[in-house]
């Protein structure tokens, strides 16, 4: 089962926004909150892809809401361009986690929810046609480009695929962990830099 027969035929940005809610194209909408479907202009020539909704993000129903979030607003800044003006969106669109006491702790998806979910990636980047897709991290790696990827060996070039150019780099909650540490400096730039390269590559 997948999420193909909630998704609208031929739609727009809010159509797509509107039937998300539905989808049961998997288990994973039962335990979470509501669906977290994307942020951004229908025009954005910048397309970013992250993980899943984070307990943050579950609640407030939008992406990267959180401390993950928060990095990657400052990282874009510092790449030259602003959260509001690429298009935000997630390779699954409900959160999963697993109840520990009060705490719900982030449990990555499968590759099962991954292409449960696609026909909604899919469909918005057919109506968003971006010329750049900055994939974050392996879970967006494999929705997008539908295989295994190694993130430290792909990141930061420009790869043709069909008529637009996808850029992998490390997720933003793998920097947030670094905080206080010594490497992080090192992460963040290495973040931003990869930004660079599809910010100036959309233009
Ligand atoms: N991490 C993600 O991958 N996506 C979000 O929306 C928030 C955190
Ligand atoms: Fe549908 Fe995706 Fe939510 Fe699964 S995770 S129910 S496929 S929107």
């Known amino acids: 089962m997948d999420a193909s027969a909630w998704v609208p035929a031929d739609p727009t940005l809010e159509e797509l926004q509107h039937a998300a809610p539905d989808c049961r194209g998997c288990e994973l909408w039962k335990p979470a909150t509501q669906v977290v479907f994307s942020e951004g202009p229908p025009t954005a020539r910048l397309v970013l892809v992250g993980e899943q909704p984070g307990d943050h993000e579950d609640r407030d129903g939008e992406p990267f809401v959180g401390p993950a979030g928060r990095l990657l607003d400052e990282a874009l800044v510092d790449a030259g361009t602003r959260r509001e003006r690429v298009y935000l969106t997630n390779a699954v669109k409900h959160f999963r986690y697993e109840q520990r006491g009060k705490r719900r702790i982030h449990k990555k998806p499968d590759v099962g929810h991954i292409e449960a979910c696609h026909p909604w990636l ?27 990827v190694k993130v430290g060996a792909e990141r930061g070039t420009l790869q043709q695929l069909d008529a637009r150019q996808v850029l992998l780099t490390t997720h933003p909650s793998a920097v947030v962990r670094l905080r206080g540490k010594p490497e992080f400096p090192e992460a963040y730039a290495a973040l931003v830099g990869d930004l660079q390269v599809a910010v100036r590559a959309a233009g």
Not at 122 to 146: F, H, N
């Open 122 to 148: 899919d469909a918005e980047l057919e109506v968003v046609d971006p010329r750049v897709v900055v994939v974050l991290g392996a879970t967006a790696g494999r929705a997008v480009l539908g295989r295994t």
